[in-house]
């Protein structure tokens, strides 16, 4: 099937856009054609389309008709759906809170999928979805990527906070930081915002004690077998 994926941009590392780089690979490995539209192709594109996934900011350039679309974040979702008008599309919904990923009403959306239970709620109760069109499609690791390498240790040594979301200063930052010191523990800081995001997070994940995490991190870090800690800017645990 030739498969046109949309997200606002490919120019971060951030959650939305590496699962849109994995789902275009996995795609490509099971035989079909995926291409991105985005209005940004940035380092994340330029990494797909080296892989010979077509990234694009111009859908004059898609030479061919899609099969279907699978639409993320608002406006380059609608934008695809105008464009090829006759195309069927299922519009994902990543999150909770950001107004990119407000549902798009058009009969030529054939269903929805949601990551979780919070965004399945938010097109439910809040954008008035019928429940027999949304399907909960969670997170998924790539667990030839994410290989068992972490070996427990009696002693609490080495910390990570796994997180493109967390920035320098912030009260989500310093509690990390205050919660290690009492501990006596090493933390490190891994993530786009603080200018230390890594491309193999599967090289470095098992080396730790215990990883602070959300969403799709959380799950890499415990496919490499870590003690992880689901943590964001608004609360910290439990302990999975």
Same mark, same amino acid.
């Given at each position: 099937?030739?498969?046109? @994926?949309?997200?606002?941009?490919?120019?971060?590392?951030?959650?939305?856009?590496?699962?849109?780089?994995?789902?275009a690979l996995? !795609?490509? %490995?099971?035989?079909?054609?995926?291409?991105?539209?985005?209005?940004?192709? =940035?380092?994340?594109?330029?990494?797909?389309?080296?892989?010979?996934?077509?990234?694009?900011?111009n859908? +004059? +350039?898609?030479?061919?008709? &899609?099969?279907?679309?699978?639409?993320q974040?608002? @406006?380059?979702?609608?934008?695809?759906?105008?464009?090829?008008?006759?195309?069927?599309?299922?519009?994902?919904?990543?999150? /909770?809170?950001? /107004?990119? #990923?407000?549902? $798009?009403?058009?009969?030529?959306?054939?269903?929805?999928?949601?990551?979780?239970?919070?965004?399945?709620?938010?097109? %439910?109760?809040?954008? *008035?979805?019928?429940e027999?069109?949304?399907?909960?499609?969670?997170?998924f690791?790539? !667990?030839?990527?994410?290989?068992?390498?972490?070996?427990?240790?009696?002693? $609490?040594?080495?910390? $990570? !906070?796994?997180?493109?979301?967390?920035?320098?200063?912030?009260?989500?930052?310093?509690? %990390?930081?205050?919660?290690?010191?009492?501990?006596?523990?090493?933390? +490190?800081v891994? =993530?786009?915002?603080? *200018?230390?995001?890594?491309?193999?997070? #599967?090289?470095?994940? *098992?080396?730790? +004690?215990?990883?602070?995490?959300?969403?799709?991190?959380?799950?890499?870090?415990? %496919?490499? =077998?870590?003690?992880?800690?689901?943590?964001?800017?608004?609360?910290?645990? &439990? $302990?999975?």
């Amino acid at each position: 099937m030739n498969i046109l @994926i949309t997200n606002r941009t490919m120019s971060i590392r951030n959650g939305a856009e590496l699962y849109v780089r994995d789902l275009a690979l996995e !795609l490509l %490995a099971q035989g079909h054609r995926p291409m991105i539209y985005t209005s940004e192709v =940035g380092v994340v594109g330029r990494e797909l389309i080296d892989l010979t996934v077509p990234v694009t900011d111009n859908l +004059d +350039d898609i030479g061919v008709r &899609p099969d279907i679309i699978h639409g993320q974040t608002y @406006i380059t979702a609608m934008a695809a759906l105008t464009y090829f008008d006759d195309v069927p599309m299922v519009n994902m919904c990543h999150g /909770w809170r950001p /107004w990119t #990923e407000a549902p $798009l009403i058009h009969p030529n959306v054939v269903g929805y999928a949601a990551v979780d239970d919070a965004t399945h709620d938010r097109l %439910a109760m809040q954008h *008035g979805i019928g429940e027999d069109r949304i399907s909960v499609v969670h997170n998924f690791v790539d !667990l030839d990527r994410f290989r068992p390498t972490a070996e427990p240790n009696e002693e $609490l040594g080495r910390i $990570l !906070l796994f997180s493109n979301y967390v920035r320098k200063g912030s009260p989500y930052y310093r509690a %990390a930081h205050e919660a290690a010191e009492q501990l006596d523990a090493r933390l +490190d800081v891994v =993530g786009s915002n603080v *200018g230390t995001a890594t491309t193999a997070p #599967e090289q470095m994940l *098992g080396d730790y +004690d215990v990883v602070l995490a959300q969403g799709r991190s959380a799950l890499e870090a415990m %496919a490499v =077998g870590a003690s992880v800690m689901i943590c964001s800017s608004r609360a910290f645990g &439990p $302990l999975v």
